[in-house]
C-alpha cells in the first residue's frame, strides 16, 4: 500500500486501544507502515515490546509540548483549553463538565477567580451558540508550534490518528498535521470522554466511537457532523469479550495470597481527583472482616493510577490504604508494575490483571469508574460504593459521592440496572447480601446494558476499526 500513519498513544488506554488489539496488526498486514509515538521515557520499552516489521516507535516530545503551552501566551491557551473543555452544547447533559468547572474556580489562584464571571458568561455563550463554539476551535490553532514539523516530513504520513480530537498534548501534533495538510482522525478511547471532554482542541477530520450513544454526545454536544463519526465499538475490550487475558482462578489466587474459600469482593479506586476512596474501602474493610456478610468474605483493592502521582493526598490515601490491609484480616492490595514515564501505572501492562480480577471477583465495587462496564463484560455483578467522605481534600476542591449520579456515564449505569448505588454502610451491607446470595441477579441487564455502551460484544471492534480507518486512506481532500 505504501502508506505511513501516525498513531499518538500518549497515555495507558491509547496503548491498549491500538497495540493491544487487532487495529495495528491489521493495519500492518494491509501493507501499512506504522509509526507510534509515546511518551519518551518509555519509548524504548512500547519499541520492544511491540516490535514487528513495519512499525516504529517515536517518542512524543511531550517536555517541548509542555514547554510550548507555558512560553507562548500560556494564560490564553489556559482559557482557550478551558472554554474548550466547558463549552459543549446544552442539548447534552454536561453535569460531569460542570463539576470540572466548579473545580478549576474552587482550586484557581486570586486573580483568575477574578475573570471567572466573565468566563462563565462566555461559556453560556458557547452552550448556547454553534457559531461561538466554531470561532473557540478555529481560535486554539493559532498555536500550532511546530514541534512535530521534522518528524512530518521525514516519515510524509498520509494519516496522524489521536486517541482523542486535541484534549490532550496531542492537540499539537494534530495541528501541526492540519497545518502540513495531513489527514486527522482520532478514536474516543474512554467511555466517558464524549461527555466530559467536549469540543475538539484540533482541526481532525473524523473521529470514531464506541457506541450510537457516544455518537450522539459528540453530534449533540461538539458540532461533529455525523458523517465524520464512525461506531466501530471498543477495541480495548476484545481481550475481554475472547478471554485472552485471563489467568487461571488458582494462580490469580495465589498472586494475591487470596483464600480459595472466601468470596471475592474487589474495589477498584476511582474518582479520586474530586473525593477521597477510603471511606468506601474502610466500610467494606469493616464488613469483610467483622464477618458482616452473608458468606465469608476477602477483599481485593486496585489503586487508582493517581495514587502514584507526586502529589501529597493521593500519595497520603495510597499509605493509609495500604496500611489498613496490613492490619485487617482478609485485606488484600493489588500492587502494579510501574513502567516510568508519564505513564507510569496501569499502562496496559496488567491487562492479565484487570481481566482476572473481575473474571473471579463476586462482587465487583468501585465509584462508577469505566470499569463498571468492563466488570459487565466479565457477567460479574456491580455495585457502585458512594459514600460521602466526612472530611474531603482538605484545602481542595471536594465533590460529595452522593451528589453524582446523574452525571451522564453514572446515569446510564443506574438506569440500566446492571448493578447498585450504595451511599452509607448499612446499604453497602445489603447489596453485597443480595449479590453474594444471588449470583445470577442481573444477567440481563449487564448483557443489554454492554450492548448498549460497547456495540460490538463479540471481540470484532478491532477489526471494525481497522477497516474503517483503511477506507479512510486516500480520501482526504487537503482541507
Not at 498534548?169 to 482522525?185: F, K, M, Q, S
Not at 480459595?260 to 469493616?286: D, G, K, T, V
Not at 451522564?408 to 445489603?430: I, K, M, W, Y
Request: net charge negative; aromatic share 10%.
Amino acid at each position: 500500500m505504501d502508506k505511513t500513519i501516525f498513531i499518538c498513544a500518549d497515555h495507558g488506554l491509547a496503548i491498549v486501544y491500538f497495540l493491544q488489539s487487532e487495529i495495528v496488526p491489521r493495519l500492518l498486514a494491509s501493507g501499512v507502515e506504522i509509526v507510534v509515538l509515546t511518551d519518551d521515557a518509555i519509548q524504548e520499552h512500547v519499541s520492544e515490546r511491540f516490535a514487528r516489521p513495519g512499525l516504529v516507535v517515536e517518542g512524543l516530545r511531550l517536555e517541548q509540548a509542555r514547554a510550548y503551552f507555558q512560553r507562548a501566551d500560556y494564560s490564553t491557551q489556559w482559557w482557550l483549553d478551558f472554554l474548550r473543555r466547558a463549552g459543549a452544547s446544552n442539548r447534552i447533559n454536561l453535569q460531569a463538565v460542570d463539576s470540572h468547572i466548579n473545580q478549576v474556580e474552587d482550586e484557581a489562584h486570586q486573580r483568575r477567580k477574578m475573570l471567572f464571571p466573565v468566563m462563565r458568561a462566555a461559556v453560556w455563550g458557547l452552550r448556547h451558540s454553534r457559531t461561538a463554539r466554531e470561532m473557540l476551535v478555529k481560535r486554539q490553532s493559532k498555536y500550532t508550534p511546530g514541534i512535530y514539523n521534522d518528524l512530518l516530513q521525514r516519515y510524509k504520513p498520509c494519516l496522524v490518528l489521536a486517541s482523542t480530537p486535541g484534549w490532550r498534548w496531542d492537540r499539537y501534533l494534530l495541528r501541526d498535521a492540519a497545518a502540513a495538510g495531513i489527514e486527522t482522525g482520532a478514536a474516543i478511547v474512554g467511555w466517558d470522554n464524549t461527555s466530559s471532554y467536549s469540543l475538539p482542541g484540533a482541526p481532525v477530520d473524523w473521529v470514531t466511537c464506541w457506541s450510537q450513544i457516544q455518537k450522539e454526545e459528540l453530534v449533540n454536544g461538539s458540532d461533529w457532523s455525523p458523517v465524520d463519526v464512525n461506531i466501530g465499538g471498543i477495541p480495548s475490550y476484545d481481550g475481554y469479550f475472547k478471554k485472552e487475558w485471563l489467568l487461571t482462578r488458582e494462580d490469580y489466587y495465589r498472586q494475591h495470597n487470596l483464600d480459595p474459600n472466601r468470596q471475592l469482593i474487589s474495589y477498584a479506586c476511582s474518582f479520586i481527583s474530586f473525593s477521597p476512596n477510603l471511606q468506601n474501602i474502610e466500610a467494606l474493610a469493616r464488613l469483610v472482616s467483622s464477618e458482616q456478610l452473608s458468606k465469608p468474605s476477602q477483599l481485593l483493592i486496585r489503586f487508582h493510577p493517581n495514587h502514584f502521582m507526586d502529589v501529597p493526598r493521593f500519595l497520603e490515601e495510597r499509605e493509609r490504604i495500604r496500611a489498613l490491609a496490613q492490619d485487617t484480616p482478609h485485606v488484600h492490595v493489588v500492587e502494579p508494575v510501574p513502567l516510568g514515564g508519564s505513564l507510569v501505572y496501569y499502562s496496559g501492562e496488567d491487562m492479565p490483571e484487570k481481566s482476572s480480577m473481575m473474571a473471579y471477583s463476586d462482587v465487583f465495587t468501585t465509584v462508577y469508574s469505566t470499569m463498571v462496564v468492563e466488570a459487565a463484560v466479565h457477567g460479574c455483578p456491580v455495585v457502585s460504593v458512594c459514600i460521602d467522605s466526612p472530611a474531603g481534600w482538605p484545602g481542595k476542591y471536594t465533590l460529595p459521592l452522593s451528589q453524582i449520579g446523574d452525571w451522564p456515564t453514572h446515569s446510564r449505569f443506574r438506569d440500566s440496572g446492571a448493578g447498585l448505588e450504595v451511599n452509607d454502610e448499612n446499604q453497602l451491607r445489603t447489596a453485597l447480601n443480595f449479590y453474594l446470595d444471588n449470583p445470577g441477579a442481573g444477567k440481563e441487564a449487564r448483557l443489554n446494558f454492554i450492548e448498549r455502551e460497547c456495540t460490538f460484544t463479540d471481540g470484532s471492534a478491532g477489526d471494525c476499526t481497522a477497516n474503517f480507518v483503511l477506507s479512510k486512506l486516500g480520501t482526504h481532500d487537503g482541507k
